[in-house]
């Protein structure tokens, strides 16, 4: 679940294609679960397109992780959310939560946190928001975005992530890490 940063002509969208190409191989689109997904997201009002040579980034950047981390082919149920407010969350968790436990899935959720800040304000700003992921908290995290207190251009997927965890039987959430692009470059006057 990742961010649409570019105007899309629905709420949701997805690919039209049948696979995503990456230099570690081919990831298929999972196309039972995707039509699965949009019979659901129909019945909440939502509306959905499946769009073609998308300009979207964030979940191929996703990709080889994937290919590193995971044992075997693996298959791909790419959702992009333009719309992320709290009725767009509820939506798409409710429509994804029955396939989740459907299939044998990974959750993941893309997003930055906060852009181009100094290091110290963005560690402030990040600090807020992923305390609202360790709390457990969709609603925070998407009240974090609202308020300024906390930056993520995935607010939307991050709580959709938390949501249909929650729906899925989870009852808990560690964050594992943080870091920022100075720990890369060495450069604190600008971070994402």
Do not use: W
């Not at 769009?51 to 693996?74: M, T, W």
């Not at 409710?94 to 990974?106: A, D, E, Q, V, W």
């Not at 251009?153 to 560690?174: E, F, M, N, W, Y």
Request: charged letters at 20%.
């Amino acid at each position: 679940i990742s961010p649409a940063h570019a105007y899309y002509p629905a709420s949701i969208i997805s690919s039209a294609h049948q696979f995503y190409a990456t230099p570690l191989g081919e990831v298929s689109i999972h196309q039972k679960a995707l039509g699965e997904f949009e019979k659901n997201l129909k019945k909440t009002g939502l509306d959905f397109a499946r769009v073609a040579n998308d300009e979207e980034h964030s979940i191929e950047i996703q990709l080889p992780f994937l290919h590193r981390a995971l044992v075997g082919k693996f298959s791909l149920l790419p959702l992009m959310m333009r719309a992320q407010d709290s009725a767009a969350v509820e939506a798409v968790s409710h429509s994804l939560t029955p396939i989740l436990k459907k299939y044998n899935s990974l959750l993941i959720a893309s997003s930055d946190l906060s852009h181009f800040y100094p290091q110290d304000i963005a560690n402030a700003l990040d600090a807020h928001l992923l305390q609202m992921v360790a709390d457990f908290s969709p609603g925070g995290v998407l009240r974090a975005e609202e308020e300024g207190s906390g930056f993520a251009c995935g607010a939307g997927p991050i709580a959709v992530l938390l949501s249909t965890a929650r729906r899925a039987g989870a009852d808990q959430v560690k964050v594992l890490h943080y870091s920022t692009s100075a720990d890369v470059t060495g450069d604190s006057t600008s971070v994402v």
